[in-house]
């Protein structure tokens, strides 16, 4: 039961929606909204990213400078090689250990453990492309079974306007 409170979160579209390719969405420039919400206190944390995104045929990296609302700015690199059709492995500078990601249907999951002061706790993430070409990204964050937090990111292709 405490397992199911830390379940990843069902895909968030319909299953008409697009499939999404990592390797297609991310090159070039992206920007999104999104909100950290705390489970226990309710308290939200509020930010902006940009993406900068290059795939050279293997390895898709993705610089993301995040602007949060309460003045903090932080960037962070993701390395994510390709291992195989739909599936890559990847690095994060807060990253403990590896990162999976994999095509599940028409979205994309990611799993990997964060260190975030002096804790490590566990994302797990479904990406889902929308009918209009953004992205959604919504995250469980977990701790020994528990939910501790969930991330919602809605993510659109820069000059986009959407």
Not at 34 to 58: K, L, M, P, Q, Y
Not at 94 to 109: E, F, L, P, Q, Y
């Amino acid at each position: 039961m405490l397992g199911a409170c830390a379940a990843p979160p069902a895909p968030p579209v319909a299953a008409t929606a697009p499939p999404l390719a990592l390797e297609a969405f991310f090159p070039g420039r992206t920007e999104g909204d999104g909100v950290f919400t705390n489970s226990w206190t309710g308290s939200e944390r509020r930010f902006h990213v940009v993406i900068d995104g290059a795939w050279d045929g293997s390895t898709l990296t993705l610089v993301e400078d995040f602007a949060y609302a309460d003045g903090e700015k932080d960037r962070k690199t993701w390395r994510l090689t390709r291992t195989g059709p739909g599936t890559f492995e990847g690095t994060r500078e807060d990253v403990v250990g590896k990162a999976r990601a994999w095509t599940d249907g028409n979205v994309v999951r990611l799993e990997y453990k964060v260190e975030i002061g002096g804790w490590t706790v566990d994302f797990s993430d479904v990406l889902a492309l929308e009918d209009d070409g953004s992205l959604i990204n919504r995250a469980i964050v977990g701790k020994w079974g528990l939910r501790v937090g969930r991330v919602e990111l809605f993510l659109r292709r820069a000059g986009t306007g959407s």
